[in-house]
């Protein structure tokens, strides 16, 4: 489960995601709530390209927004798993966590610390 701090009506909040098929459990404030959403969607969103459909070759992962990188989580030649942070973004004054949407092995970095990037722009690519 993941957590992450959110602004509502200027109120910060902590709230808890969970997938749970093709939604999301977004837990908030003692609630739940169903979000519906299409995993693929997101996966395009933070720029995964697989050379196929087979999730074990390689991809790139690009920013679905613009902002500065707050940390880089892995090296090059980490082993990773799929949904494990990988780099974390700040954007509009929130923490944007960018997770692993594959196994594999970090083939490349394009990105360090307190680097500002654009949507689109290559961070890591995973072999």
Do not use: C, W
Request: no cysteine; net charge positive.
């Amino acid at each position: 489960m993941e957590e992450l701090k959110v602004v509502v009506d200027g109120k910060e909040h902590i709230v808890r995601i969970e997938e749970d098929n093709n939604s999301l459990k977004v837990h908030l404030d003692g609630k739940i709530y169903n979000v519906e959403t299409s995993l693929k969607n997101e996966q395009k969103d933070y720029g995964l390209d697989k050379s196929s459909s087979d999730e074990s070759k390689t991809g790139s992962i690009k920013a679905g927004i613009p902002g500065i990188v707050f940390s880089v989580d892995v090296k090059p030649g980490q082993k990773v798993k799929k949904k494990q942070k990988l780099i974390s973004l700040i954007a509009m004054k929130m923490e944007n966590q960018i997770l692993s949407p594959i196994n594999g092995t970090v083939k490349k970095l394009n990105v360090k610390k307190n680097d500002k990037v654009n949507k689109g722009d290559t961070l890591i690519i995973i072999e």
